[in-house]
């Protein structure tokens, strides 16, 4: 079973705050992703990385950064947290034109 | 940009009925088009998927149909239970095949 795991299930922040968010898998997955999932707006892609290294921008990527120096873990990064940036956070990682396997999510309050 | 339609955003319906929920697509290029169930408090799941060269896929009670030409897909749920309520989401390869874009997601609620 593939595991996709996210390094905390809840997090409060206050604003200005520098916030790491951790994924990690275990399936050797090349690709991996950041979605944050607010209510009415579904699953919005902010980053996604298909190589060590590399990095893509997706939807949502203004006020985040990333970071994946392993394969198996793949960082999001709020440089300067506001509170608009209030949200589920959900990775995600998947083998090349398959269907993605999600963590858990960590669920960020910034106040 | 890349777009994925989705509808209805809420569904109610009585136990044993049929549920369908209905995405369309911007990019012709989309060849992947998975869906996913989101319970409460969890997270999303795929339970089914097609790809563009097939026209339906069919697994149990659950099953998608594709029309590439009208960049249409489908999720068709059969004598619908009290456990298939959820949220569920349609996605579209995006061009690159490199992602996938997301629906907004229909709510699903069926009641016994």
């Known amino acids: 079973d593939v595991k996709v795991t996210q390094s905390s299930r809840y997090l409060v922040k206050r604003t200005g705050e520098k916030v790491f968010l951790e994924c990690v898998q275990d399936m050797d997955h090349e690709n991996m992703f950041w979605y944050r999932q607010d209510p009415g707006l579904g699953l919005r892609l902010i980053y996604f990385s298909y190589d060590v290294k590399m990095k893509e921008k997706g939807d949502i990527p203004e006020g985040y950064s990333v970071s994946r120096e392993k394969k198996e873990r793949f960082s999001l990064i709020l440089e300067s947290a506001s509170t608009n940036q209030t949200s589920m956070y959900l990775c995600a990682s998947s083998l090349s034109q398959r269907d993605q396997f999600f963590g858990p999510g960590t669920r960020l309050t910034v106040l | 940009g890349e777009n994925v339609e989705q509808h209805p955003s809420t569904l109610s319906v009585q136990e044993g009925d049929s549920a369908v929920i209905k995405c369309t697509y911007s990019?012709?290029?989309?060849?992947?088009f998975p869906w996913y169930k989101q319970e409460l408090g969890k997270r999303p799941q795929l339970i089914i998927d097609i790809r563009s060269n097939v026209g339906e896929k069919k697994d149990q009670r659950i099953a998608v149909t594709l029309n590439k030409t009208a960049k249409h897909f489908s999720l068709h749920i059969t004598e619908t239970q009290p456990e298939d309520s959820a949220v569920y989401f349609c996605a579209a390869s995006n061009q690159a095949g490199t992602a996938l874009i997301f629906g907004k997601g229909t709510t699903l609620s069926v009641s016994s």
């Open positions: 990019d012709s290029a989309s060849n992947y």
